[in-house]
Nanobody
Framework: EVQLVESGGGLVQPGGSLRLSCEASGFTFSSYAMSWVRQAPGKGLEWVAG????????SYADSVKGRFTISRDNPKNTLYLQMNSLKPEDTAVYYC??????????????????????WGQGTQVTVSS
């Protein structure tokens, strides 16, 4: 059974940090490009960050650039999102998504869930004082 299970969300004060994890099972994690996508209350999905399967090249939305870091640990089948200097506008449910490309250097910036091969259940991040 294919699973993507996010964890690490919670309540944090503005300026604080959190590290999200996404544990993958049931597929060859190392062969898939991965993304973090979030959905704020009352809004649509917003792509946050992505990483390819080949050389670990990363990309970020302008809204999080310089504050968030995406990384992956292939032996542990786990994707991470280190979030620093959190702002109230970062409050959202955070999802991880997996997408296969024959070109290992490719990645996606899609904010559409059904464009991913696999999708997690999400973890809530709330930034509030």
């Amino acid at each position: 059974e294919v699973q993507l299970v996010e964890s690490g969300g919670g309540l944090v004060q503005p300026g604080g940090s959190l590290r999200l994890s996404c544990e993958a099972s049931g597929f060859t994690f190392s062969s898939y490009a991965m993304s973090w996508v979030r959905q704020a209350p009352g809004k649509g999905l917003e792509w946050v960050a992505g990483i390819n399967s080949g050389d670990g090249r990363t990309s970020y939305a302008d809204s999080v650039k310089g504050r968030f870091t995406i990384s992956r640990d292939n032996p542990k089948n786990t994707l991470y999102l280190q979030m620093n200097s959190l702002k109230p506008e970062d409050t959202a449910v955070y999802y991880c998504g997996a997408k296969y490309f024959s070109d290992s250097l490719a990645s996606t910036e899609s904010n559409t869930a059904n464009e991913y091969d696999y999708w997690g259940q999400g973890t809530q991040v709330t930034v509030s004082s």
